[in-house]
Nanobody
Framework: QVQLVESGGGLVQPGGSLRLSCAAS????????MGWFRQAPGKERQFVAA????????YYADSVKGRFTISRDNAKNTVYLQMNSLKPEDTAVWYC??????????????????WGQGTQVTVSS
């Protein structure tokens, strides 16, 4: 009922920048929070950042605080993740997710009902 499509991934050198986009469609009026997660090969999916769709309040994982910025454009139903000072450990498939619930912490994957297909980010020289 909510569809999410990520874009903007690619290959960058350490210290470089990328901006990921996530376009939402369908029953977007039900979205309460949008988040970004990443998953490296053989590892668990990991929370990165989240934003409240209504008031724009944000939350970041400690590993990306000060390097990444999450933002939204409500008119376009789109959330962005500006990634600066990228590190090799940021290499992963990056996913956006949407939650229609306020009962969970922003970093809790269980609170997100809808997920995009993922976009690859590779940080390597």
């Amino acid at each position: 009922q909510v569809q999410l499509v990520e874009s903007g991934g690619g290959l960058v050198q350490p210290g470089g920048s990328l901006r990921l986009s996530c376009a939402a469609s369908g029953r977007t009026f039900s979205i309460y929070t949008m988040g970004w997660f990443r998953q490296a090969p053989g590892k668990e999916r990991q929370f990165v950042a989240a934003i409240n769709w209504s008031d724009g309040s944000t939350y970041y994982a400690d590993s990306v605080k000060g390097r990444f910025t999450i933002s939204r454009d409500n008119a376009k139903n789109t959330v962005y993740l500006q990634m600066n000072s990228l590190k090799p450990e940021d290499t992963a498939v990056w996913y956006c997710a949407a939650s229609g619930s306020w009962r969970y912490r922003n970093y809790d994957a269980a609170g997100y009902q809808y997920w995009g297909q993922g976009t690859q980010v590779t940080v390597s020289s």
